[in-house]
């Protein structure tokens, strides 16, 4: 190979190439290095640009980008927004090839089903029916069938999903590891509003009224990260003076923690030496939510759960280690989605964020310096332990 030759662009600027075909997709040239897919259902945003930004940084300029867009019907259920969903391929084609796409494949449903609905799919298994699957039943059956065909159809080395949706990444791991995929899944931390919100194509359908209301979502994720780090200064400090309730005032006092029934439960817990972490947790981001469900417009909480990133189960108390703190709930006709990192006990560690033109992306740990970066860029975790969303801080 002459070192000495350009190695970018690799591809001219402008609009990716658009192909809607299995074959199309077949004739396409691999090219040197690397392919890359990030797959979406389209109404592409800030998210998903981070997404394949993450994916062309790991490819390189040799590498291959692949986008693809699709509104699966398989993974809606009866009475939901399929028919809704927005559809906006030119400006989706615009913002992958301004992300570093190279491709975007927009099959239609005949192309991606071409006898209708497949008799034989994939099963998310146990973790398929807790939370987002007990919530919509058969909707991981629906995404794991799709997501198999596009690993096939794009035959990628790598491919790049969203922490937002947590499960989803777990039963896609899960699935590539079980089923020996010959891909490597990486997560990509999850793209906020400056005021939390995650982005989400869904969020256009919300009213200003309906996104003020949304923003609970997010708020009650971060009380529980900030209520949680208000006990564990306070179990510290209690800690280190070796009598917990009469230092109760100075601890707070060096914490400029005021919430007085919040804290009285810490310290009532950090003197008792108590298990502690989840039950807080949760109260924290259920008492946000229990508010935001007296607000008008409300929101109407699907689920608020505290479970193991290895399987989804709910916590219990005494449990150490990371944890996903993840809530569902709609407001007005929107279903929302959203979820952070918790890390409980010996191995807690600070969260960290990082800013990005007007978005946050939560970030894994404090060497996530950049938005889409080591996180990103990581090889995939373990199958039994997937790469689980991160504690934003905001
Ligand atoms: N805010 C975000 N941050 C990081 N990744 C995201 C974000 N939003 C979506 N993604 C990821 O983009 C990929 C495609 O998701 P999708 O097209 O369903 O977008 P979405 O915004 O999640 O849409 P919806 O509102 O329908 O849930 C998924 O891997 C998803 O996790
Ligand atoms: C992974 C996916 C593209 C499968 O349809 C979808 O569930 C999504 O956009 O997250
Ligand atoms: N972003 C997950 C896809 C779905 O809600 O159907």
Avoid: C, W
């Amino acid at each position: 190979m002459d070192e000495s030759r350009p190695t970018q662009p690799v591809r001219p600027p402008g609009p990716a190439h658009l192909l809607h075909t299995a074959a199309a997709l077949r004739d396409l040239p691999r090219g040197t290095g690397d392919r890359a897919v990030v797959m979406t259902m389209g109404a592409l945003h800030e998210g998903h640009a981070t997404l394949v930004r993450a994916a062309r940084r790991r490819v390189g300029p040799r590498g291959q980008v692949v986008v693809t867009v699709f509104v699966n019907p398989l993974q809606f259920g009866a009475g939901e927004d399929l028919d809704r969903y927005p559809r906006t391929l030119d400006a989706d084609r615009e913002l992958a090839a301004a992300a570093g796409a190279d491709v975007v494949f927009a099959p239609s449903a005949d192309e991606v089903y071409p006898g209708g609905e497949p008799q034989i799919r994939i099963t998310a298994g146990p973790m398929g029916t807790l939370l987002e699957g007990a919530s919509r039943p058969g909707h991981f059956d629906g995404v794991l069938t799709v997501v198999a065909k596009l690993l096939h159809l794009t035959a990628p080395d790598i491919a790049f999903y969203g922490q937002k949706d947590a499960q989803q990444l777990a039963v896609i791991t899960r699935m590539a590891a079980d089923l020996n995929f010959p891909v490597e899944i990486v997560g990509v931390p999850t793209v906020r509003e400056e005021d939390g919100l995650a982005l989400s194509s869904r969020n256009r359908y919300l009213s200003a009224p309906e996104r003020r209301t949304a923003l609970a979502l997010s708020a009650a994720l971060f009380a529980a990260r900030d209520r949680l780090a208000a006990e564990e200064a306070l179990r510290a400090r209690a800690a280190s003076t070796g009598h917990p309730a009469q230092d109760r005032a100075a601890a707070l006092a060096a914490l400029g923690e005021d919430r007085a029934a919040a804290d009285a439960h810490a310290v009532a817990y950090a003197a008792a030496g108590l298990p502690h972490g989840p039950s807080v947790a949760r109260a924290a981001a259920r008492a946000v939510l229990d508010d935001a469900a007296r607000l008008d417009p409300p929101l109407t909480l699907d689920y608020l759960a505290l479970v193991d990133p290895s399987d989804f189960t709910e916590i219990p108390d005494a449990y150490e280690g990371e944890a996903i703190l993840a809530v569902a709930a709609k407001v007005g006709t929107t279903r929302l989605i959203d979820n952070i990192r918790l890390v409980f006990g010996a191995g807690r560690a600070g969260p960290t964020a990082a800013h990005q033109g007007g978005t946050l992306t939560d970030a894994a740990s404090s060497d996530a310096t950049t938005p889409d970066g080591p996180a990103a860029a990581a090889p995939a975790t373990p199958p039994t332990t997937p790469q689980g969303p991160l504690g934003a801080t905001r």
